[in-house]
Every structure is written in structure tokens, then in C-alpha cells.
């Protein structure tokens, strides 16, 4: 059964860091690009980052401003979200989902989305 499972949010304090984790199981994500999305209350859900399959391209939401970086453990069959310097507006719940070898903007373009995992950035 193909899956994705996101693990690693929780409720941290303004400048610190956190690491995303999406699980792959049921499929290798040799062929696959890996997006990483967050919807917010209230909000439409947005793409902050993608990695094309084999890692041969990175493409990040321009607002975060390096702040987050992807990287895959293919031994692990996991792609990963560093977070770092975050802030009260990247509280969202955070999304991982798959499609066939390249990243596009077009959410509607990847399935098998994981149930999320919450962060929330309060002081």
C-alpha cells in the first residue's frame, strides 16, 4: 500500500528549528518528486518546497528565504524538511505528497498525500 506519514511538528517558540519527516512506504521515491505543502487556518493550502526524483532539483516558497531546506535519506526511503528560524506565520499543519519524477506549482498534480503533522510557532 502506498503511503506517506509525516512526523516531527510540534509546538516550539519563535527562532527555533524543527525537522519534517515523510515516511515513504509501498513505493521507492527513486522515481518520484517529494513536495512538502502547509495550509493554515483559514488559508488555501501552499507548496513550500519540492525535490525532483533523484534529488536532481530543489525549488523552495521564495518567502522563506533559505530558511528551509529538503533533503532525502534514500536508505531510509524519507525526505525531510529542516525548518529553521521559524516564525508565528509558519504555524500550519504540514503536508507531504508524491508525483511521478518532477515538482510542479499545480497542487492537483501529486497524490497520496500524508494525514500531516501540526506546527506551531507561539512564545
Known amino acids: 500500500q502506498v503511503q506517506l506519514v509525516e512526523s516531527g511538528g510540534g509546538l516550539v517558540q519563535p527562532g527555533d528549528s524543527l525537522r519534517l519527516s515523510c515516511a515513504a512506504s509501498?513505493?521507492?521515491?527513486?522515481?518520484?518528486?517529494i513536495g512538502w505543502f502547509r495550509q493554515a487556518p483559514g488559508k488555501e493550502r501552499e507548496r513550500v518546497g519540492c525535490?525532483?526524483?533523484?534529488?536532481?532539483?530543489?525549488f523552495y516558497l521564495d518567502s522563506l528565504k533559505g530558511r528551509f531546506t529538503i533533503s532525502i535519506d534514500n536508505a531510509a526511503n524519507t525526505v525531510y524538511l529542516q525548518m529553521n528560524s521559524l516564525k508565528p506565520e509558519d504555524t500550519a499543519v504540514y503536508y507531504c505528497?508524491?508525483?511521478?519524477?518532477?515538482?510542479?506549482?499545480?497542487?492537483?498534480?501529486?497524490?497520496?498525500w500524508g494525514q500531516g503533522t501540526q506546527v506551531t510557532v507561539s512564545s
Open positions: 505528497a508524491r508525483r511521478l519524477w518532477l515538482c510542479t506549482q499545480r497542487l492537483s498534480a501529486y497524490s497520496s
Open positions: 509501498g513505493f521507492t521515491l527513486e522515481n518520484y518528486a
Open positions: 525535490i525532483n526524483a533523484r534529488a536532481t532539483s530543489t
